[in-house]
């Protein structure tokens, strides 16, 4: 089947801005980028179907390199408390909320207690004042940390467990605060347990039409565990998807030692036992590799930093695994042919994970990918770049952690998010989201690259205003870049002839429009393979 796109204003890619006017798809890829006479001739002689896009702006799909798609399914269905400003307000949302909940566990995502008026962390005892006879779990915007009831630490054993992130009061008595491995690898994983296959096939498709809603025709699937493999391949196996999905495995099941340290491979041993390398799958579902956390977020203060946290000198975060570790599974996953993603916010963290990537050396071929690079000092850019290591960067994170410059001081500052340096030095960079940590909506995050929240009152934009992308710069990163480091660049990232027909219609030209009315923008249509996936209702 032949399909005609013509009368558009096309942007076939952003580095160089090219434009057309008309497209010509089969068989799911893009046959010819060119005039409107010419696919109007193709498609009278195939008899073909003619879609006329009314002059409207037509952009290659926007690729998130790094969200978590289970996640944003569970919260897509959940207690949403992104935007709250108080734990009275808190308390109250899930005082309305579990009047009506029937299941076993009440969980919630997206409180930030840095706008909190009461100035604090919420504790067990607000939530045990609403709910006391189901577990509840509500976790930080940053997905670093959650706060529990007293049911859910009871449920979990938290309670009586000694680990670093288990927080107590000054008693030694659990706070009901859990963070990094107790809340990702015990309280998560409680609730999980909870979940049927059909609950995650539910979730995924919420969250793949949620993506198809905004634009995103390919994500990147971070830390994926093995239940959520195993929805995916059913409902790919039904050929449901909307969009493409690239998955990095979590490398195996944490158990804690006596340290509170821990890390299992066995994932990545099954993965290497069947001898599925990267790649493997179809266009829709791939698996890509394997994502190690290798330590926590600047929110919760767990991003392991070479020197202490400004606002808290007691403090300089911590590592998730040691470097023995981290290089045992770098090691293996290379040699089994599969890629590699660190996550680093902290620098001391960065530190760790290029001494690894330096140590094993003969990386090229994977193209290992850091993921965030937060703060990253001068001399650490240089590294990346000499290793050529691609990065994966959260633009939005520059609104959401207005409080950065609290954490890191006055000198540290200018090492927060930089986005042109990485560019300037040659390191690949591709945007994602971290979603549901921020808005999945890329225009949010195109406006926080360019703009740095100059409109926003971000108190440190003044410092790092050099760091502000261009629009061309943000628009390349976020297709062809993040189609590059998930090793996609050949079929996604532009609309050049020879690659996937996957494409949106918009309501404005970005080009046209100032910086502040970027956020603004609205996705009408979504396209992926030439077949139309998501359609904006009442489409005038």
């Not at 605060?177 to 539910?202: G, H, M, N, Q």
């Not at 890390?263 to 041993?269: G, H, I, S």
């Not at 609309?495 to 404005?508: M, N």
């Amino acid at each position: 089947m032949f399909t005609g796109f013509v009368n558009g204003n096309i942007y076939v890619s952003f580095k160089p801005v090219k434009k057309v006017e008309a497209l010509l798809v089969a068989n799911e890829k893009i046959l010819y980028a060119g005039c409107n006479k010419i696919v109007e001739g193709v498609i009278r002689l195939v008899e073909g179907e003619l879609v006329d896009l009314r002059g409207r702006t037509v952009f290659p799909g926007f690729i998130d390199s790094h969200m978590h798609l289970d996640e944003l399914g569970m919260y897509l269905n959940m207690l949403d408390l992104r935007g709250i400003r108080s734990i009275r307000e808190l308390k109250s949302r899930l005082d309305e909320y579990s009047r009506n909940f029937r299941g076993k566990w009440i969980v919630g995502h997206g409180w930030d207690h840095e706008i909190f008026e009461e100035k604090r962390v919420p504790t067990r005892y607000d939530l045990d004042e609403i709910v006391s006879d189901k577990p509840v779990m509500l976790s930080r915007i940053c997905m670093h940390a959650a706060v529990l009831n007293t049911k859910a630490l009871e449920d979990t054993g938290l309670i009586g467990m000694k680990l670093p992130g288990v927080i107590v009061d000054e008693k030694g008595v659990p706070t009901g605060v859990v963070k990094e491995d107790a809340f990702f690898s015990i309280a998560k994983e409680k609730f999980r347990a909870t979940l049927t296959v059909e609950d995650y096939e539910k979730y995924f498709e919420d969250a793949m039409n949620f993506a198809a809603s905004n634009g995103v025709t390919t994500v990147g699937f971070a830390l994926c565990d093995m239940r959520s493999w195993h929805a995916l391949t059913k409902l790919n196996y039904r050929g449901t998807f909307p969009v493409r999905v690239r998955v990095y495995l979590h490398p195996g099941e944490r158990r804690p030692d006596e340290g509170g340290m821990y890390e299992n491979k066995d994932v990545l041993d099954v993965v290497k036992k069947l001898g599925i390398k990267r790649g493997f799958g179809n266009e829709f579902l791939k698996l890509l590799g394997i994502k190690i956390v290798a330590d926590g977020g600047l929110g919760a203060r767990t991003a392991w930093l070479s020197r202490p946290y400004s606002d808290d000198p007691m403090t300089s975060g911590y590592p998730n695994l040691g470097e023995e570790m981290l290089t045992t599974l770098v090691k293996e996953a290379n040699e089994a042919g599969l890629q590699v993603s660190v996550h680093c916010i902290g620098d001391r963290t960065l530190d760790m994970a290029l001494k690894v990537f330096e140590d094993i050396g003969k990386l090229e071929d994977g193209r290992h990918r850091i993921e965030h690079a937060s703060l990253l000092r001068e001399e650490q850019a240089d590294k990346l770049s000499t290793l050529n290591v691609p990065v994966s960067v959260q633009p939005h994170f520059i609104i959401t952690d207005w409080w950065a410059k609290n954490r890191v001081g006055e000198d540290r500052i200018k090492y927060v998010w930089p986005f042109k340096t990485m560019i300037k030095k040659g390191i690949k960079i591709g945007i994602g989201t971290d979603c549901p940590v921020e808005p999945l909506n890329p225009w949010e995050t195109v406006y926080a690259a360019v703009t740095r929240g100059k409109y926003d009152g971000i108190p440190y934009y003044e410092d790092t205003k050099e760091e502000c992308l261009s629009l061309e710069e943000t628009l390349y990163a976020y297709t062809w870049g993040s189609a590059y480091i998930m090793h996609e660049e050949q079929n996604l990232g532009s609309l050049e002839e020879g690659k996937f027909a996957d494409f949106i219609v918009l309501d404005k030209d970005p080009f046209t429009l100032s910086e502040t009315q970027l956020r603004n923008i609205k996705v009408i249509e979504t396209y992926v393979g030439g077949k139309c996936v998501w359609k904006k209702e009442n489409l005038v």
